[in-house]
């Protein structure tokens, strides 16, 4: 059972790398595309993990979460990370507010992308194969813990585990806490005045909003697109 447990957390964990890849790189790739190459000669319109990885937000803290309860302890948070942020020149932009905001939704939108990828990969597999709907639905249950996840169909499990985990990345880069995606949604919206104190959040105070208060947002958030996606897999 604990090498099971091991062989998710490792799944998770490689799905979680290349999420947070695409992402930065849906960012990159659209500040190019509207004028902005500072991210494209440093090398970040890549899916090569490398050039987008943060010791914490990509390593340490997934790991933590990830493979924890595997060795005997348990960190209270959902699996999310972060990424080594994306540089941007908004001077480089023909619209710089339009432009600034398409470029930080651009990620967000890259992790929603994955999700109706990978759903859509379910709802086929539901159709295409023998005994196809009990098996992805039970595959699903194991992504959620609700199921033994011995007994799961390994494509269908990590389709499972790339859907929760970028509908978290969905939702939790959509907060608007900085240096989050929300945030420059956000900053480009407040008087001058509000941005010098807007962007005092920073350091730790910007990590413990993300863990802590971003935590609890994303428990809200996730329950009804969660109950969205069970729907469209038992619906039938």
């Known amino acids: 059972m604990q090498s099971t447990a091991f062989v998710v957390g490792v799944f998770e964990f490689v799905l979680l790398l290349f999420s947070l890849s695409f992402h930065e790189c849906a960012h990159a790739w659209m500040a190019s595309r509207l004028g902005d190459q500072t991210a494209r000669m440093q090398g970040r319109v890549s899916l090569n993990p490398a050039v987008h990885v943060d010791p914490i937000g990509t390593l340490l803290f997934p790991a933590l979460v990830i493979f924890g309860p595997i060795f005997g302890f348990h960190l209270p948070f959902l699996l999310i990370g972060w990424a080594k942020p994306t540089p941007v020149l908004t001077r480089n932009f023909r619209k710089i507010v339009r432009d600034d905001n398409l470029t930080s939704l651009a990620g967000p939108a890259s992790n ?3 999700v109706i990828v990978a759903l859509v990969a379910l709802l086929a597999m539901e159709i295409a194969m023998p005994g196809g709907r009990p098996m992805v639905r039970l595959s699903f249950a194991a992504a959620l813990q609700m199921a033994d996840p011995g007994v799961a169909h390994p494509v269908a499990l990590l389709l499972s585990l790339a859907i929760l985990i970028n509908l978290s990345l969905f939702f939790f880069n959509l907060l608007p ?7 420059r949604v956000v900053r480009n919206l407040l008087p001058y005045n509000a941005v010098q104190v807007y962007d005092r959040i920073g350091g730790w105070l910007s990590y413990l909003l993300m863990i802590f208060v ?5 428990n809200l958030l996730l329950s009804p697109a969660l109950s ?9």
């Open 112 to 114: 929603l992308l994955l």
């Open 177 to 183: 806490i900085p240096p989050l995606d929300g945030s």
């Open 214 to 218: 971003g935590g609890f947002v994303l």
């Open 228 to 236: 969205l996606v069970i729907a469209l897999l038992w619906g039938r």
